[in-house]
């Protein structure tokens, strides 16, 4: 008798942020059998976060009564540039704890089963590409913002990753010089304008510490004014990116998630007043439209990780590009 595609394996995904760690497993019919997540200062020792995903997979194995002879692989997502080939992470910069590290063979000798491992926003794209917006899509921008920026890229319907896995670290473009110092140590990356470490702290004067991004959304959407310029901010930081991304390798489609999407893309359209400075009116962003609502199992994604999915279709050629102004 032949078995059903839900009972020929079992899957473990293990997802790394900068700030937590989230396991999940699931059979190979997509259905997720247990999901949990912590909080985790990620990037201080790659010893310490292993240790912790290690624990969870035994965790939630045992919570549902799984025989580990069913597992036929791990999915490892991790916040960094990653050589998919040797498994090695390479920058000492963008995530300093894991620099020269293998967590693939690593994570794979502690579970005694295969381990696939690759750049978070790589894994995003390929999400996206399967399952959410990017289905069809032959060319593709998948840009992932939470606590760091990074960019999964689909070229000819294959992920690249460019040598040593560095092709989509868009969160370390310079858009300006003289802009705040990145954790990276250069000034005004991209990261330092959209990234909740950096953003949130803008907001700590009239929100206090504990101030989290869901909290900002809220805030935004309650009509408070200070939040909505930093969403704003946010947006336009995305799109000068997202405009030198899609200009630099011919992509004619972006996904986004984040957060801060969940806000009405209407803030997006139009500078906020600047008392000091009068009325400007916005950097052009191009000409972005709607081209298909995200799939049901994107939106289910989506709500799980409490950000929002879009698809947005590129015109052939852009004839104004966005700008990054200051306040």
């Not at 949990?36 to 009564?65: C, F, M, W, Y």
């Not at 990276?184 to 907001?203: I, Q, S």
Request: contains cysteine; charged residues 20%; aromatic residues 4%.
């Amino acid at each position: 008798m032949s078995r059903s595609r839900g009972d020929a394996g079992i899957v473990v995904g293990v997802d790394f942020g900068h700030t937590h760690l989230r396991v999940a497993i699931g059979n190979l019919a997509h259905r997720v059998l247990a999901e949990e997540a912590e909080p985790l200062d990620v990037d201080a020792s790659a010893a310490q976060g292993l240790d912790r995903a290690e624990h969870l997979v035994n965790t939630l194995i045992a919570k549902a009564g799984i025989s580990r002879d069913k597992i036929v692989g791990v999915g490892l997502g991790v916040p960094g540039p990653i050589d998919v080939e040797s498994g090695v992470l390479g920058s000492t910069a963008i995530l300093p704890g894991w620099a020269s590290t293998n967590p693939r063979d690593d994570l794979s000798a502690r579970l005694g089963v295969p381990v696939y491992v690759d750049n978070d926003a790589n894994l995003g794209a390929l999400g996206e590409l399967v399952w959410g917006a990017g289905r069809g899509a032959t060319d593709l921008a998948y840009i992932k913002v939470a606590s760091g920026v990074g960019a999964g890229l689909v070229i000819k319907g294959q992920i690249y990753r460019g040598p040593g896995g560095t092709a989509g670290e868009i969160g370390h473009i310079t858009l300006d010089e003289s802009g705040p110092v990145c954790r990276c140590g250069n000034r005004g990356c991209l990261e330092t304008f959209t990234a909740a470490r950096y953003v949130l702290p803008l907001l700590h004067s009239a929100h206090g510490t504990d101030l989290t991004v869901a909290r900002m959304v809220q805030l935004a959407k309650d009509g408070d004014p200070g939040c909505r310029r930093v969403i704003v901010d946010v947006g336009l930081g995305i799109s000068a990116a997202a405009w030198r991304t899609c200009a630099t390798c011919s992509i004619r489609a972006v996904s986004c998630s984040a957060a801060t999407s969940r806000t009405p893309a209407s803030w997006c359209s139009r500078r906020s007043a600047n008392p000091s400075r009068g009325t400007r009116s916005p950097a052009p962003h191009g000409s972005w439209r709607s081209s298909r609502a995200p799939s049901a199992a994107a939106r289910r994604c989506s709500a799980r990780s409490r950000s929002c999915s879009a698809r947005w279709a590129i015109p052939p050629c852009w004839t104004r590009r966005p700008r990054l102004g200051r306040p």
